[in-house]
Every structure is written in structure tokens, then in C-alpha cells.
């Protein structure tokens, strides 16, 4: 069943690899359709029945033990829903943001400590993509596809995480090569990548007397070069499959000519990765709210109180109800964002729309799913005390709620009144 819907994923990529429009967006030119295509109907489905019947199952398991979840991986790998952004060139799939989007939904709805897991590779290889010569491309885009490896987006620090001009890391050119000193801090993959023989996408600062948009520069690091120091797995409140460490630099030669586009260009590379993905990090909280959902409505169609279904219950049935229309909401927002640069144009404000929105109310559904279990969601017997632990990060990383506030709201002066009207 799933290596047939893999066989038509694949047909899709190319067929669809010579424009940047998907179907989907492509439908939109002759009016407004939500329906998806029969290739995103076929993606859909194969993420979906591999959340199913290999994530979900697995899911309490990895959460106890805090474990990376290697081996899903290496099958999501073979399957094509790792690294689907990567173009045919360079031996990928080629998919849109649409695409990812689809499939970020589905791998969280089963655990997002594995969706985020896979999605990590997605963030460190978009300033490559958007950024990097086609042999860097070729090179390190290429090394992806060829083995089940991670890589990491090496951009926060202890000091910079909203404030990312406040990064200190360093890059002293000396020759041919550039000698790299700092550290970095709550890096996704950031130990697993360098286990598998991954790379890094590093921003350091070059120009210590430039302006943030000229000081940084964008460079691809090989995890394995010497001088690399990967501290202890950090503990975290949820998606605790999930490798979150700091990484420190001291000494590290890189190539000169491991620099992604010139020198000066690592601020803007790396912030113009998160236009990208973003939309698919919303999906993923659509897929923790629509799983939190599902969870509260089987169970209150089951327990019983007062001679009747707690479903039944007005209190309960319109908190069933505030979650569906978030969940819808969430995700029209979401799939607006990717529609946008899906057809090439900005989408840095819908971007952060779709995160915010996407975050904060999957936060409140997962809360309400607690709720509706009462004492019962308070413990591990049901997945949803997960699920809350598991949703806060959607509010942090890539960007806090209140940064994509900021924004939206400089957007939206801009734009000035009107400036929102379809």
C-alpha cells in the first residue's frame, strides 16, 4: 500500500519540478478551491497511514524514554517524507511548501517529537537551498538524500534567540579557511547530526562593525570537523524524542569556500529559511490540535456522567466545537502562507499569521482536551497530558507568538489600512 502511493508521490515530484506552482495552486487560477489534487490526496494518505500504523504506536515509548527515533526515521527516509523540499537535481523529490505542509500535519498528529525530528532537516538545508551554489547544493543537499543523516540550523544563542542580531559566534578569516569560535544554543539534531556524519548550517559574525543585516555570514560546517563539541541532550518539557543541545565552536576551520553565497549575506539566509518553514511548523501544531481534538471527542463520547455522554453536555460540546473551528482555521492559514510562496511572493507576514495562530490555539485546544478527560488527562494512561507538553513549543521555537506579532504588525503599517483587503 504505501510503496504504491510512494510510486505516485514520486511521479508527482516530476511532473511538477519544472514549475514552482503545485496543483493545488495552480487550481486557484481559475477561482478559489480547497480541495486538494489526486498527488497531494496520495501524499496525504501515505504520511498519514505511516503516522498510523509506525508513529503513533511507538510515540509513548519514545516520550518515556527520550529516545531519537532513528530507526522511523530511516523508514520515513526511504519513503520519501524526509527531505521532500530538495529538488530532483540534486536527487530530491522537489515538493512545494504545500506539500510539506500537508505532510507536517500528519507526522505530528502521530507525535511531533519525530515531526519536529524530520522537519530539522527542512530548516538547516533552506539557506542552502535559497542561498548556496549548485555544487554546495549538489554536495550537501545531495548527502542528505543519499543516507538517512540529520543536519541543524546553528543559529540561536544562549543570548540571541528572539534578538538574533545578538548572536556572538565568530568567523575569523585567516587564508583560505575561516576559523570558527562560539556556541550555540538549543539546536535541534544538533547531536544526532553530527552522530550520522551530518552538517551544520553555522551564521557567524564576520563584521563586527557592520549593521546585523552585513555583520553575519551563512556557512555550512560539517558536524564530524574537529573542534566541534556537542554538550548533553537537553531535557525538555515535551517532544522529548526530539535532540536538543548546545553546540560549541572552538577553533573550527571551515573552507572559505564552504561560505553559502558572500560574506555579509548569513543574516539574511538565515532569517529568509523561516519564510519557508514556518508554514509547515504551523501544520505541525494544526496536527497536535486535530490529534488532541480527536482524543477529547472519542472520550467524550464514552464517558458518562449524569445519565448521558459527557458529549452531550453543553459545557463540553462547545469546547468540541471551539476546537474544530481552530483547527479549520489553523490550517486555511497555514495552507495561505505556503499558496504565497508557493506562487513566488512574500509570504513573511502570512508566515507568521499561520504560526502564531496555528501555536497559541493549539495551546488552548490541548488544554481543553485536559479539561474534557479531567482527572484522567492529568496522567499517562491517555495521550493528551503529551500532547500539552508537547504544544508549548509551538509558541517558541522559530520564533516566539509575540514575535510574529511584531511582525504582522510592521506588515500591516506598511501595508496601511486597506492593505489587507483580498
Same mark, same amino acid.
Given at each position: 500500500m504505501l510503496s504504491r502511493v510512494s510510486l505516485r508521490v514520486s511521479r508527482f515530484a516530476r511532473n511538477t519540478? *519544472?514549475?514552482?506552482?503545485?496543483?493545488?495552486?495552480? %487550481?486557484?487560477?481559475?477561482? /478559489?478551491?480547497?480541495?486538494?489534487s489526486e498527488e497531494q490526496a496520495a501524499i496525504r494518505d501515505l504520511a498519514r497511514n505511516f503516522s498510523r500504523d509506525v508513529i503513533i504506536p511507538q510515540a509513548a515509548e519514545l516520550d518515556k524514554t527520550m529516545k531519537f527515533p532513528q530507526d522511523i526515521f530511516k523508514q520515513a527516509h526511504e519513503l520519501g517524507l524526509v527531505n521532500c523540499h530538495v529538488s530532483e537535481s540534486c536527487g530530491g523529490m522537489g515538493l512545494h511548501t504545500l506539500e510539506g505542509c500537508i505532510i507536517a500535519e500528519e507526522m505530528a498528529y502521530?507525535? $511531533?517529537?519525530?515531526?519536529?525530528?524530520?522537519?530539522? *532537516? @527542512?530548516?538547516? %538545508?533552506?539557506p542552502v537551498i535559497l542561498g548556496?551554489?549548485?555544487e554546495q547544493k549538489k554536495k550537501y543537499l545531495g548527502r542528505l538524500i543519499d543516507a538517512p543523516i540529520q543536519a541543524a540550523y546553528c543559529v540561536s544563542e544562549a543570548g540571541a534567540g528572539s534578538d538574533v542580531a545578538a548572536a556572538a559566534t565568530t568567523a575569523e578569516k585567516k587564508g583560505d579557511k575561516y576559523i570558527l569560535n562560539g556556541s550555540k544554543m538549543w539546536i535541534t *539534531?544538533?547531536?544526532?547530526a553530527q552522530e550520522s556524519g551530518g552538517w551544520y548550517f553555522v551564521m557567524a559574525k564576520t563584521d563586527p562593525t557592520a549593521s546585523a543585516g552585513k555583520? &553575519? @555570514?551563512?556557512?555550512? /560546517?560539517?558536524? !564530524?570537523?574537529?573542534?566541534v563539541t556537542v554538550a548533553p541532550k537537553l531535557i525538555n518539557m515535551g517532544q522529548r524524542c526530539s535532540d536538543t543541545r548546545p553546540?560549541? &565552536?572552538?577553533? /573550527?576551520?571551515?573552507?572559505?569556500?564552504?561560505?553559502?553565497? !558572500?560574506?555579509?549575506n548569513g543574516f539574511k539566509l538565515a532569517m529568509g529559511a523561516f519564510d519557508n518553514t514556518r508554514?509547515?511548523?504551523?501544520?505541525?501544531?494544526?496536527?497536535?490540535?486535530?490529534?488532541?481534538?480527536?482524543?477529547?471527542? !472519542?472520550?467524550? $463520547?464514552?464517558? =458518562?456522567t449524569m445519565g448521558t455522554t459527557i458529549n452531550q453536555h453543553q459545557s463540553v460540546a462547545f469546547m468540541l466545537a471551539d476546537m474544530a473551528m481552530n483547527v479549520e482555521a489553523g490550517r486555511m492559514?497555514?495552507? =495561505? $502562507?505556503?499558496?504565497?510562496?508557493? !506562487?513566488?511572493?512574500?509570504?513573511?507576514?502570512?508566515? $507568521?499569521?499561520? =504560526?502564531?495562530?496555528a501555536g497559541d490555539a493549539c495551546n488552548k485546544i490541548v488544554a481543553d482536551a485536559v479539561q474534557i478527560f479531567g482527572g484522567a488527562g492529568f496522567n499517562t494512561e491517555y495521550p493528551v497530558e503529551k500532547l500539552m507538553r508537547d504544544a508549548k513549543i509551538y509558541q517558541l521555537y522559530e520564533g516566539t507568538s509575540q514575535i510574529q506579532r511584531v511582525i504582522i504588525s510592521r506588515h500591516m503599517e506598511a501595508r496601511g489600512p486597506g492593505g489587507l483587503a483580498p
Open positions: 519540478s *519544472n514549475g514552482r506552482a503545485s496543483s493545488f495552486t495552480r %487550481s486557484m487560477s481559475g477561482g /478559489v478551491s480547497f480541495e486538494l502521530g507525535c $511531533s517529537g519525530v515531526g519536529t525530528a524530520i522537519e530539522a *532537516n @527542512t530548516l538547516a %538545508s533552506m548556496a551554489s549548485e *539534531n544538533g547531536g544526532v555583520a &553575519f @555570514t551563512g556557512f555550512i /560546517v560539517d558536524a !564530524q570537523s574537529p573542534g553546540i560549541f &565552536f572552538d577553533n /573550527v576551520e571551515v573552507p572559505a569556500e564552504n561560505i553559502i553565497g !558572500q560574506e555579509g508554514p509547515p511548523v504551523a501544520a505541525g501544531a494544526v496536527g497536535v490540535a486535530r490529534r488532541a481534538m480527536d482524543e477529547a471527542m !472519542q472520550y467524550a $463520547s464514552e464517558r =458518562k492559514l497555514t495552507w =495561505k $502562507s505556503a499558496y504565497e510562496i508557493d !506562487q513566488g511572493r512574500s509570504n513573511t507576514m502570512y508566515a $507568521s499569521m499561520a =504560526k502564531a495562530f
